[in-house]
Nanobody, 119 residues
Framework: QVQLVESGGGLVQAGGSLRLSCAAS????????MAWFRQAPGKEREFVAI????????SYADSVKGRFTISRDNAKNTVYLQMNSLKPEDTAVYYC????????????WGQGTQVTVSS
């Protein structure tokens, strides 16, 4: 079992930055692929970024590429999402998720943290 708790959301002006954190319980955090998703009001949840268990490989949605950076600290059981040059369209609830590398489905989800970008 893995429990995920996000933090770091808030209200920021367009062009500003935020760093989200996702703290995971359990001793096997380093075994999990971690990802960030987001869901804006009235829209479906969408993929934002992913990082492999080792942290060596990352990938991003086109909409955030060059502005967001995903990273992890396996010693601290934490994954981060650094968000720069924020836009109003980045407004959403952001969720972190975990899965084992051998499965496609994310088994564990956090409760989400609200990010609001004002214009």
């Amino acid at each position: 079992q893995v429990q995920l708790v996000e933090s770091g959301g808030g209200l920021v002006q367009a062009g500003g930055s935020l760093r989200l954190s996702c703290a995971a319980s359990g001793r096997t955090f380093s075994s999990y692929v971690m990802a960030w998703f987001r869901q804006a009001p009235g829209k479906e949840r969408e993929f934002v970024a992913i990082i492999t268990s080792s942290g060596l490989i990352t990938s991003y949605a086109d909409s955030v590429k060059g502005r967001f950076t995903i990273s992890r600290d396996n010693a601290k059981n934490t994954v981060y999402l650094q968000m720069n040059s924020l836009k109003p369209e980045d407004t959403a609830v952001y969720y972190c998720a975990a899965r084992l590398p051998v499965v496609a489905r994310y088994n564990y989800w956090g409760q989400g943290t609200q990010v609001t970008v004002s214009s």
